[in-house]
């Protein structure tokens, strides 16, 4: 198991990665954004657990290859894909090959998926010819409580 926080060097500034993508790139967020605080001040650590790993203390890139899967549980994250590639300057993450991102119940599924630490919002592109799936629980707004009936409201004409 390795911690991102115990990383040497620019490796401990904070997860993130980046991605070329095309402008016209798919958004989604598939949970509230978190509100940030000073990035040096929280430790928020992260597992990441693949086939191999590597680390480029120059550059601040961390890169897993093969079954990869991530715990987040300061973001309520976890994630597998096929490779990871963690940018600490950039502050992103991004997974390629048979995305699944799973956050508080909400899932989002994609060949790539982004995830933009500071913003707390991911990005996902489809494999080609495909779709980008998401999957989101929408809690009913007027919820009764365990044991009592509501009736229906009408609406006004």
Do not use: C, H, W
Request: glycine residues 6%; aromatic residues 8%.
């Amino acid at each position: 198991m390795m911690s991102f926080a115990k990383l040497p060097g620019l490796l401990m500034l904070r997860l993130g990665l980046t991605l070329m993508l095309p402008v016209a790139a798919l958004f989604g967020s598939i949970a509230p954004t978190y509100p940030q605080t000073n990035p040096a001040a929280v430790d928020r650590p992260l597992t990441l657990r693949s086939d191999i790993q590597e680390a480029d203390a120059k550059t601040g890139v961390v890169t897993a290859r093969g079954n990869v899967q991530i715990d987040y549980p300061a973001r309520q994250i976890q994630a597998t894909a096929a490779q990871a590639q963690y940018f600490s300057k950039e502050r992103r993450i991004v997974l390629s090959g048979d995305v699944y991102v799973l956050q508080e119940g909400n899932s989002l599924r994609g060949e790539n998926i982004v995830y933009l630490i500071d913003e707390g919002r991911f990005i996902a592109l489809p494999k080609s010819n495909r779709q980008v799936e998401s999957i989101y629980l929408v809690p009913e707004e007027n919820a009764a409580a365990p044991g009592t009936q509501t009736a229906p409201a009408t609406p006004e004409f």
